[in-house]
């Protein structure tokens, strides 16, 4: 491909790009203009004798829109001050009685709303949702070690607060909770391990640990995007375990335990034997089809 | 006039994709759908997929379970009953009692219902304002939650209307430290349940009349506190030993910001053998208080 092409190529998709910037910022300037000039209309001609909780209302609703008004939407960080405006706006109803929310005033303010600044509001909300959703299938779901989880690590994982995600950060990208989403997983599990004592022998263990699921990074705009980095793309997951269990070794069963580091599917152990105080390398997977591979390897 | 969406979303059960065709015939016969788009919300898969990844059903978790009162189950219904509403219980117990996997589940819905309003080519194709959603059992629990977060994150309610059929929203947790319940999700650390139903019925009043409607069957174990009489013995029995409707006060509450949203309606029997009958989403949607509500939204 010549030189020309290349650069009629960029060209384009540079134009369209702005297009889609400059849309979008438009469309921030623009709603916010069209919702404060309905709401000017609307505080211009309230009767005599309006409720004073609905002037303070909608004189709240008009103050709300000032620090965002002119702003762009591709300002990074403009989420967060969306998120804010949001929440200032669905709180200054808690200040009405619930016989003023039916009012003509509060219905007229409310649908400008919906009809000039919600929709937008909510696309930039479901393009985190989306990136949200994606950590989460990451960590639980997709990864090789997803596959042997069980109800009490998803219990755990919920809960705990190292583990848990915090909706409330949704719209922050930065470490360490990503899009609120702990990188952090706690596992409780049996996993099958070859302890290497006179070549492969059989062992159980009973597992707990902390692993890390590497997530891209995350850019501070709307809508957001990710940027995969080698670890999100290679490593996906590592951590490190303790162990106790049973390991067949000199034609019987002996107690083992031990440390060991995962990476991704498989943990490498140190794992002891204390009745013949000698020590040993194991290694375990969260995916059975490749425990099979390591010891018919050795085997 | 602009058409108008109507997403339906299904409960519990093996729904099929195509659930939302008798649901649509059901309207028909009551509504002029000319100008109307029906669309089933089918989240079947994602329930599946986490259930497949947790497994809660069976084991000691369904032994503990069962010991925490819910023998009355086995004991009084058919085993079809029985595994039907066990199955509910245990869904309803993955979804609230697994934190991050509600929110991988909401997330995923929220971004469904955004693809139903949208054409192939991604273009919208229904404002939030032109779209009704109609949740029938535990899809009446997820649409509140899934309305309620787009509000908190975008300072209003977008959606024309919601009607909520067999609602186990009102559900209360015995212990919300270790299981938050449909409410507890729904709000900022530290609401209480009283406000977060505040908060919602005073969202839904600002947009207009008649938009909220939580329409339950006095009968229906899932969103009633229905004592059935044991056939021979007499006995009156609470076959869920949870609180599954909204109190007094919270019934109060949702009437008094946003009138008439909390409708009881009588259909099958206090028997436990109508278990199945008396939550039916075809029986619900011939109900006065529904044809009513959605006439007014089809408006």
Redesign the interface.
């Given at each position: 491909m010549t030189m020309k092409p290349i650069l009629l190529r960029y060209s384009l998709v540079v134009f369209l790009a702005l297009q889609v910037v400059i849309g979008r910022a438009a469309d921030l300037k623009s709603s916010l203009a069209a919702y404060k000039g309905e709401v000017d209309q609307i505080v211009a001609s309230l009767a005599a004798g309006t409720d004073e909780k609905v002037v303070d209302y909608l004189q709240s609703c008009l103050a709300n829109v000032a620090p965002i008004t002119g702003k762009n939407i591709n300002t990074p960080g403009i989420s967060a001050e969306i998120?804010g405006?949001?929440?200032?706006?669905?709180l200054a109803?808690?200040k009405?009685t619930?016989d003023l929310?039916?009012t003509p005033a509060?219905?007229a303010e409310?649908k400008a709303?919906?009809?000039h600044?919600?929709?937008l509001?909510?696309d930039d909300?479901?393009a985190w949702?989306?990136l949200?959703?994606e950590l989460?299938?990451r960590k639980?779901?997709q990864t090789e070690t997803?596959k042997n989880?069980?109800?009490l690590?998803?219990?755990v994982?919920?809960?705990l607060g190292l583990t848990?995600?915090d909706?409330?950060k949704?719209r922050d990208p930065q470490p360490p909770r990503p899009l609120g989403v702990s990188p952090w997983e706690a596992i409780f599990r049996c996993e099958p391990t070859v302890a290497m004592q006179n070549g492969p022998r059989v062992a159980i263990l009973g597992t707990a640990g902390l692993s890390r699921a590497h997530f891209p990074r995350i850019t501070n705009q709307s809508p957001p995007t990710k940027v995969e980095t080698p670890a999100s793309r290679w490593l996906k997951k590592s951590g490190v375990r303790l162990g106790v269990g049973a390991a067949h070794l000199d034609y019987g069963t002996k107690f083992i335990f031990g440390g060991g580091v995962q990476l991704n599917a498989v943990a490498v152990w140190g794992l002891y034997e204390p009745k013949h105080e000698r020590w040993m390398l194991g290694v375990s997977a969260a995916d059975l089809e490749k425990l099979k591979k390591i010891f018919g390897y050795f085997n | 006039m602009s058409k108008k969406l109507l997403i339906l979303a299904h409960g519990i059960g093996d729904a099929p994709k195509d659930f939302y065709k008798p649901w649509q015939d059901a309207i028909a016969k009551n509504h002029d759908l000319s100008d109307v788009v029906v669309k089933g919300l089918w989240w079947e898969d994602v329930l599946q997929k986490v259930a497949d990844q947790y497994p809660v059903i069976s084991g000691p978790f369904a032994d503990l379970i069962k010991m925490g009162g819910f023998d009355g189950m086995d004991r009084w219904l058919n085993g079809a009953q029985a595994k039907e509403f066990k199955d509910y219980i245990m869904d309803v117990l993955v979804y609230v009692g697994l934190p991050d996997m509600w929110l991988y589940i909401q997330n995923e819905c929220a971004l469904r219902l955004a693809a139903l309003r949208k054409d192939a080519s991604g273009k919208e194709e229904f404002k939030r304002s032109d779209t009704i959603l109609v949740g029938h059992s535990l899809g009446a629990a997820m649409l509140p939650q899934l309305v309620w977060r787009e509000c908190v994150e975008t300072g209003a309610i977008g959606y024309r209307g919601l009607l909520l059929l067999a609602s186990p929203l009102g559900f209360e947790s015995p212990y919300p430290k270790l299981c938050k319940d449909f409410l507890g999700r729904m709000g900022h650390p530290g609401d209480d349940r009283m406000s977060v139903l505040t908060g919602f019925a005073r969202a839904w009043n600002m947009v207009g009349d008649d938009c909220l409607r939580f329409i339950n069957n006095e009968n229906d174990i899932v969103c009633s506190d229905v004592k059935y009489e044991i056939p021979d013995t007499g006995e009156l029995l609470d076959l869920i030993p949870l609180r599954q409707s909204f109190d007094p006060a919270e019934s109060f509450v949702l009437n008094a910001e946003h009138k008439g949203s909390l409708q009881w309606v009588s259909f099958g029997a206090p028997d436990p053998r109508k278990v199945a009958e008396n939550h039916d989403a075809l029986t619900y949607l011939k109900q006065k208080p529904f044809n009513d509500a959605l006439s007014e939204l089809l408006k």
């Open positions: 998120k405006f949001a929440e200032l706006h669905r109803s808690m009405l619930p929310t039916g509060v219905r409310t709303y919906r009809e600044l919600q929709p509001f909510a909300y479901l949702v989306a949200q959703q989460l299938e639980y779901f997803a989880a069980n109800f690590e998803a219990y994982n919920g809960n848990r995600t909706p409330e949704l | -």
